[in-house]
């Protein structure tokens, strides 16, 4: 059987002073702790997705390797956060991946000065079973149960479950910008780039210097978005004064209910030394195009009108009055379209993208959802272009290929979206992109039903 090197704890731990960024205190013991590399079944390990996967809403749900089973679960990750300075307190964050992670989880617990055996960028297994997957405020987090929130592993506990690999990768944070981050991967490590302080916060300290109270510091770019970073009364750099300049934010992506926080290591994660935002935008994209990454899930609309996006173009090519539409089912809102009843013999439409500029990126993925519903042929096809400007017949279309489409429905509707699968644009590095979805079918032809869903274009 393959097996996982990792780390055991082999000694006793002595609990020493709670430290964290509640209670800090430089008088304090580290425990007196030895590694040996271990052996981990391999179908003993489940990654972060499958670890947030386990709550399915409302009270916490225990982990298990299954119904009447007792063998031991172990999630896999690598270390985010640092308790060193005070700003995290009695939290461990781990996300799935060094580089590009697609989820992150907060580990709760009551043992401080984590970052002593676990700093940022080790890898970790934690055993889990036993333990409880669940949200605290809408973050993802694991811990023991208490009632219907997810509470604090004893500090006993957590070390015997515990451990710590000899693997220390460089992070590499996402790069996102303010007005994506509700897309971005929470519990991960992301970098926003072009941002500053805003200026009546200019001889403003990080956080509180008269008391121990957590303070929002806010940070815009130079589109004038903002969001904030959140700053501990218990942090050692909470009495420093804020930089003036504009530069990169590095920062662990949280959020607590509707709001979204950035939690930073240290000042060290904020390097604001070049010039400010004049008053135009610096490098600014093109009117009309999008930076990546691009997503558009289409809530908002109102189901059964047409689709008027910003920046979309939804376009009948024949000049009929049949479009895509918003549609909604189970409080999800799509794209969707259909020749049924539509009087067009063929009947064309075409949905297109905002123009998405790849101009500075060296890689970019693309990703869609779609479902299909009294299915009689095949309708719909995804494209792309880099010189579209609004007349879908004069510009190139090249068909995106090793793309996954939902099919086969021909008594109704699938179950769930079927992902497009994610779809390798690197080729387009450099250049601004168009993606649209052609429906070619007709009223006495081809009829099925098609939605979309969740599109999605990132890129590094």
Not at 89 to 102: A, G, M, R, V, W
Not at 108 to 137: F, H
Not at 166 to 194: C, D, M, Q, R
Request: hydrophobic letters at 30%.
């Amino acid at each position: 059987m393959k097996t996982i090197q990792k780390i055991k704890f082999l000694s006793f731990l002595l609990l020493g002073l709670i430290v964290s960024s509640c209670v800090q205190d430089d008088d304090f013991q580290t425990p007196n702790v030895s590694y040996e590399e271990p052996n981990i079944d391999e179908d003993q390990i489940i990654d972060v997705t499958a670890a947030i996967a386990y709550y399915g809403g409302y009270e916490p749900v225990q982990i298990t390797a299954g119904e009447d089973a007792d063998e031991p679960v172990y999630l896999e990750g690598y270390v985010v956060s640092s308790d060193e300075s005070g700003n995290f307190y009695k939290t461990l964050i781990i996300q799935d991946k060094p580089e590009n992670p697609t989820a992150g989880i907060a580990i709760s617990t009551e043992a401080n000065d984590l970052y002593t055996s676990y700093e940022p960028g080790r890898k970790i297994y934690l055993r889990v079973d036993g333990l409880y997957s669940g949200e605290y405020a809408n973050l993802p987090t694991i811990g023991v149960q208490n009632d219907d929130e997810v509470g604090r592993i004893g500090e006993i506990d957590f070390y015997n479950r515990i451990e710590r690999t000899g693997i220390v990768e460089e992070l590499v944070p996402s790069l996102v910008t303010i007005g994506n981050l509700g897309n971005a991967p929470l519990n991960t490590l992301i970098k926003l780039e072009g941002v500053q302080f805003p200026e009546e916060l200019n001889g403003a300290s990080y956080g509180n210097v008269d008391n121990t109270y957590t303070e929002n510091r806010t940070v815009e770019n130079c589109e004038e978005e903002q969001t904030i970073i959140r700053n501990s009364g218990y942090s050692d750099f909470k009495s420093k004064l804020l930089p003036t300049g504009n530069g990169t934010l590095v920062a662990v992506l949280s959020i607590y209910n509707n709001d979204t926080q950035l939690f930073i290591r240290d000042e060290d994660d904020v390097m604001f030394d070049g010039e400010r935002c004049s008053d135009e935008p610096v490098n600014p994209t093109e009117p009309g195009l999008v930076e990546p990454p691009f997503n558009e899930d289409f809530e908002g609309g109102t189901a059964y009108e047409n689709i008027d996006l910003e920046g979309w173009s939804n376009i009948n090519v024949n000049g009929g009055e049949n479009l895509f539409q918003f549609r909604s089912f189970g409080s999800n809102m799509y794209a969707q379209t259909s020749g049924y009843n539509s009087d067009e013999d063929p009947y064309e439409t075409w949905l297109v993208t905002p123009g998405v500029d790849l101009s500075s990126v060296s890689s970019a993925t693309l990703s869609f959802e779609t479902k299909d519903g009294y299915y009689n042929g095949t309708a719909l096809t995804a494209f792309i272009s880099t010189d579209f400007d609004g007349d879908v017949t004069a510009a190139n279309w090249t068909e995106i290929t090793g793309v996954t489409y939902s099919t086969g429905n021909t008594d109704g509707y699938g179950d769930s979206f079927v992902p497009s699968g994610d779809v390798d644009l690197s080729a387009y590095a450099g250049q601004t992109v168009y993606i649209a979805f052609r429906y070619l079918g007709a009223d006495e032809g081809i009829t099925t039903t098609y939605q979309i869903d969740n599109v999605s274009l990132t890129a590094n």
